[in-house]
């Protein structure tokens, strides 16, 4: 039984992973492979900031936010254990800034500490009367990427550096069921209307006094397009770029200005932090995240295709809700097939 | 009458800050400052610099807070600005952690500090051997950095500093016309003050750069504050020991108990150990009086005896003892033109 995740970003990874956590047992002769173009750190996913964090509203998907939280539980869970540090995990507090008041988020009771701010609080932003205040996680995506790729290793998985230009080209390998996790570009393999790049830029500065992430909001622009700080282990992003339908991974010096001048506004201080870096990266967005089966037909070949895509900027944040929802949909899959013997569930 | 000539002896968080206090309200006055140690080498630098206060026995609560209240508000206004980096003030949020209930659930500076709230029952699940708990945001003063801009601020004033060990404050009678006495720990022998008494502590200053919350135990004795490029470990609290050296089993220990709070220290690199002793008293003293010796008089204000507390209420502190120098000018006024008569 051949299984081919396509994609090794935090999707492909993750997926990867726990999908031989849960049937490497029960299904010896399951053989998984990973096909990829670009893999840490050059992945989107290396360039995010890290921060678990989902959007405002969930747009009515509760799927969505079970998934959120099943992600932070799970992380919450890794974080007082060895590995923790080598994940590039660690809690993060911070602020939530609006200009006027909105209501709670879905995700309030998943983060720690959930709180409004206090007026005294909001005098650290001017320009802002309303906000939040929460603990949350940070993933690093450049620690968390590779200690994926060493579980994954360690496990047998193989990896192969190749861009793939077609479902199947995979089943015609001899590969069962392909997990499409192509995130921006799985425009590619499959047209998909709904999923349009949302380009962000992120300047990466030495501001080791920041110690708090900030997210401002700005409900009328949208997400991601109001100034962010994001402090992580070695070095503290800034941001505040949302651009729908810019497929530029190009920096532009017209967004460097806007997120420089707009998050030293927020945080004064900044004006004498160090550049060090500088980031463009395509957001995979799409109104709700695809995760379904699909059988694929061409010619005899009837291929099983699993997607997991369209995270736009929270798939950090939803990964591993995602992973086991895929291992589920495998796990229907190889029921159906008769594969897995022994009838209980994997451990879900 | 001339400049009023004002010494001020120490050269810590307490002498620096009461020197520029001076310099902001007796704007008339001419200030030096004499000590055997500056920054990176006074005990202020070992200190972690976090606005939590330590509660003098013998001080009126009233007090102590407004002394902590005026110290946050100043220090709150550096962090907002541009200077905040360069001065090493920021905000730092996290918990304060009891194994059992404490007394007082509210301490009186609970409405000073930001977003004070008893921590949630999945907050306090990190912490398996603690029952309860507070979580607030406070702020941080970095050392050196600190000391250093503050340094830069009375320098620019024309302040001038000496290294000088100060042994008898008589020593400075023809120089000067007022004399600070900010000599911390070093007032025991300077002023021979009994109830002045040295708490040893020992720190573990760390790099651990994923550490962003500061955690403390409410017995005082344990605690993770994250600074600007190091974490500080600590710590101990050792009555009446005047050792300055390093105790290796100390440092084990100190490792060990924040480990068992925060799990990740154990990844931490560049472990440097530094001791300091808190000049702890009862009360802090901060008073004037009139010296007497063969017919002359030298006018002193003292401000020492901040024990575990210092960076909490300097700010409260100098602007009083800046007050009390101001009396002994207009003192030293009303004596001169009486002179005259």
């Known amino acids: 039984m051949r299984v081919a995740v396509i994609g090794a970003g935090v999707m492909g990874l993750s997926s990867a992973l726990c999908i031989h956590e849960q049937f490497q047992g029960l299904l010896p002769e399951l053989e ?52 923790a540090q080598e994940m590039g995990l660690f809690l993060l507090s911070g602020y939530n800034l609006f200009t ?127 100034p962010y700080v994001i402090p992580g282990r070695e070095f503290t992003v800034l941001g505040g770029i949302y651009q729908h339908g810019n497929w530029s991974e190009e920096n532009s010096a017209q967004d460097h200005r806007t997120v420089w001048e707009s998050c030293c506004r927020l945080l004064p201080a900044l004006q004498t932090a160090k550049v060090v870096g500088e980031w463009t990266g395509l957001r995979p967005a799409r109104p709700q995240v695809r995760l379904e089966r699909e059988s694929v037909r061409q010619g005899n070949v009837q291929g099983e295709v699993i997607h997991n895509y369209g ?5 950090i944040t939803i990964h591993w809700g995602c992973a086991m929802a895929t291992a589920r949909l495998l796990g229907s899959i190889l029921q159906e097939r008769r594969k897995v013997v022994s009838s209980p569930q994997p451990r879900l | 009458m001339a400049a009023p000539k004002v010494a001020v002896i120490g050269a810590g968080v307490i002498g620096l800050s009461t020197a520029l206090c001076i310099v902001e309200t007796c704007p008339s006055s001419s200030v030096t400052i004499l000590s055997d140690q500056f920054s990176p080498n006074t005990m202020s630098d070992v200190a972690a610099g ?53 007394k007082e659930e509210l301490p009186f500076w609970s409405d000073v500090v930001l977003g004070f709230r008893p921590m949630s029952k999945p907050e ?47 020593e400075l009678q023809r120089e000067y016309d007022i004399v600070v006495n900010c000599a911390g720990i070093g007032a025991h022998q300077l002023v021979g003050d009994k109830k002045l008494f040295p708490v040893r502590g020992q720190v573990l200053q760390v790099h651990a750069p994923w550490v962003k919350n500061f955690i403390r135990d409410g017995d005082g004795l344990t605690y993770i504050y994250p600074g600007i490029h190091r974490v500080t470990l600590g710590g101990t609290r050792e009555k009446d020991s005047w050792s300055l050296s390093p105790d290796p089993g100390t440092t084990r220990d100190i490792f060990d108990r924040c ?42 204000v003292h401000n020492y005896g901040h024990g575990a507390g210092g960076f909490s209420v300097h ?21 001169s033109s009486r002179a005259k008569l």
């Not at chain 1, 995270?311 to 798939?315: C, P």
């Not at chain 2, 440097?272 to 009862?282: D, E, I, N, T, Y």
């Not at chain 2, 700010?315 to 004596?335: H, P, Y």
Request: glycine share 8%.
């Open chain 1, 100 to 226: 006027e008041r909105v209501p709670d988020p879905p995700w309030k009771n998943i983060v720690l500490g959930f709180r409004n701010l206090t007026p005294k609080e909001l005098e650290l932003f001017p320009g802002y009367s309303y906000g939040w205040f929460n603990t949350a996680l940070m993933l690093e995506g450049r620690n968390y990427l590779p200690w994926l790729t060493t579980r994954l290793t360690q496990r047998g998985v193989k990896f192969f550096h190749k861009k793939v230009e077609s479902f199947q080209e995979v089943s015609m390998a001899g590969v069962d069921v392909v997990i499409n996790c192509t995130g921006m570009r799985s425009g590619a393999l499959q047209p998909d209307p709904e999923l349009q790049p949302g380009r962000g830029q992120i300047i990466k500065v030495q501001a080791p006094w920041v110690k708090h992430f900030i997210i401002t909001h700005d409900m009328k622009s949208g997400i991601y397009q109001s």
């Open chain 1, 32 to 83: 998984l492979q990973l096909y990829a173009d670009r893999f840490t750190p050059h992945t989107t996913s290396d360039g995010a900031a890290g921060l678990w964090q989902p959007y405002l509203s969930d747009g009515g998907d509760i799927r969505e936010t079970l998934w959120n939280k099943e992600t932070f539980d799970h992380l919450l869970g890794h974080l007082q254990s060895p590995a």
């Open chain 2, 315 to 335: 700010r409260g502190t100098a602007k009083e003892a800046a007050r009390l120098v101001g009396e002994c000018i207009a003192a030293l006024r009303g004596s």
């Open chain 2, 50 to 102: 976090m606005l939590i206060p330590h509660t003098y026995p013998d001080t009126p609560i009233h007090v102590q807070k407004q002394w902590f209240k005026e110290t946050f508000t100043y220090l709150f206004a550096i962090s907002n600005s541009a200077e905040a980096s360069e001065a090493g003030i920021h905000l730092v949020s996290g918990w304060q952690v009891f194994k059992s209930t404490p």
């Open chain 2, 259 to 300: 480990c068992s709070l925060e799990a990740s220290l154990q990844e931490a690199q560049d472990i440097r150990v530094k001791v300091g002793l808190r000049p702890s008293r009862h009360r802090v003293r901060l008073q004037r009086e009139v010296l007497s010796q063969g017919g002359v008089k030298l006018l002193v």
């Open chain 1, 311 to 315: 995270h736009g900027g929270f798939g």
């Open chain 2, 124 to 170: 306090l699940q990190k912490f398996p051997r603690h029952r309860f708990g507070q979580a607030f945001t406070t702020l941080k003063c970095d050392c050196p950095p600190y000391l250093l801009w503050l340094e830069k601020r009375l320098k620019a004033t024309g302040v001038q500093m000496y290294n000088r060990k100060v042994a008898d404050l008589w």
